[in-house]
């Protein structure tokens, strides 16, 4: 079985600040991990996702998380964030057979 | 490319009634997911088809809540009878390859039960 653990449900930071969301995972085997961000009344949509190789990953608006093995972790990360940058981010982990949603962690970028 | 279709985006219904939500997939895409999401429970997979036939079923709540797809752009999400608890935001999201990909999701449904 596998697991997700988002460390923080909330976030609030103010504009230009630095950003980090943390994500934890657990597997017996070898997994692919994901983060999505999910904007007020609209679906999830993907902003990167780690397969293989370099493990630091970048994605879209500028923002980029590093694989951590060792540590189990997925951690999101931006140097300077924006008001639009406002949202729910999912961190999400799939062994092949499942795909798996962590509980989110709203961000809030305050001017 | 036309995203993911769902309908209707807001449903407001009374407790027993029949209500049917409906999913257009992205053309090509051979997996289909649905997802329900609340703030108590947050996002779960309630079930989900590869190349129509329904793989993994186990998230479905109970025999109220059954799902169908008939042909690869089109599939429903019925419960019938509704009862308030399940009043949430309901998802629909496809893929060309599942667990590897990325998922697409719809805009959502917002249920509301009396």
């Known amino acids: 079985a596998q697991s997700v653990t988002q460390l923080d449900s909330q976030v609030p930071v103010f504009e230009e600040a630095p950003v980090e969301l943390r994500c934890n995972y657990s597997s017996s085997v070898s997994v692919y991990l994901f983060w999505y961000v999910q904007y007020p009344n609209q679906g999830l949509q993907l902003l990167l996702k780690?397969?293989?190789?370099?493990?630091l990953v970048k994605g879209i608006n500028g923002f980029e998380a590093e694989f951590n093995k060792s540590q189990t972790s997925f951690h999101l990360r931006k140097p300077s964030v924006h008001i639009s940058d406002t949202a729910e981010y999912f961190c999400?982990?799939?062994?092949?057979?499942?795909?798996?949603f962590g509980e989110g962690t709203q961000l809030t970028v305050n001017p | 490319d036309a995203g993911v279709i769902q309908s209707p985006r807001h449903e407001v219904t009374e407790m027993g009634q029949e209500v049917t939500l409906r999913c257009k997939p992205i053309s090509g895409h051979n997996s289909l997911f649905w997802y329900r999401q609340t703030m108590m429970r947050g996002l779960e997979l309630l079930i989900y088809f590869n190349n129509n036939v329904p793989i993994d079923d186990s998230g479905m709540p109970e025999d109220r809540f059954s799902a169908k797809m008939p042909n690869a752009s089109f599939s429903t999400l019925k419960i019938q009878p509704s009862e308030p608890r399940d009043s949430a935001v309901y998802f629909c999201?496809?893929?060309?390859?599942?667990?590897?990909?990325?998922?697409?999701f719809g805009e959502g449904s917002r249920l509301t039960v009396l």
């Open positions: 780690y397969l293989s190789g370099s493990t």
């Open positions: 999201a496809s893929t060309r390859d599942h667990y590897t990909g990325e998922l697409f």
């Open positions: 999400a982990v799939s062994d092949i057979t499942r795909l798996t």
